[in-house]
């Protein structure tokens, strides 16, 4: 006789399944390298707490945990095309004065976003960039 396996929690495990089809959707629809899966990740689980949940009478989890409602205004499209001014002590006669780079996530701190830089493979925080949601993928 096999002994009897516990149950998973089928919640949980459910909650995985749909994080893990929503990364695939974000990274592949955007046509991002599979290396920001975490930054996928982070994004959307921020967004979802975010959000509001009939369970917790249309409140968002953070409301329910906290008693305040999360402010959305600074909520973007994961892999929109970004631009950030260069300074002008950082940059030479004929270099661009703009840069390219990816959105690819929140921080704690209102209004500073994560963006990954293509051409370096790195993924830095941001405050002044512009964001151009038309172009995207």
């Known amino acids: ?3 009897h396996k ?3 929690n089928g919640v949980a495990e459910r909650k995985n399944w749909s994080i893990v089809g929503t990364l695939r959707v974000m990274l592949h629809g955007q046509g991002l390298p599979l290396h920001l899966w975490d930054e996928a990740c982070n994004t959307m689980v921020y967004v979802q707490n975010c959000s509001p949940h009939w369970i917790l009478e249309m409140k968002t989890l953070e409301e329910a945990y906290s008693i305040k409602r999360p402010d959305v205004g600074n909520f973007r499209s994961f892999g929109s095309p970004v631009y950030f001014h260069v300074t002008k002590e950082a940059w030479k ?3 661009p004065i703009k ?3 990816i959105f690819v996530g929140y921080t704690n701190t209102p209004h500073n976003y994560r963006v990954y830089m293509p051409t370096s493979w790195m993924t830095v925080v ?3 960039i512009r964001f151009s949601e038309e172009k995207v993928m």
């Open 99 to 101: 840069e390219f780079r």
């Open 6 to 8: 516990p149950q998973q």
């Open 1 to 3: 006789m096999t002994p």
């Open 93 to 95: 006669k004929l270099d």
């Open 126 to 128: 941001h405050r002044d």
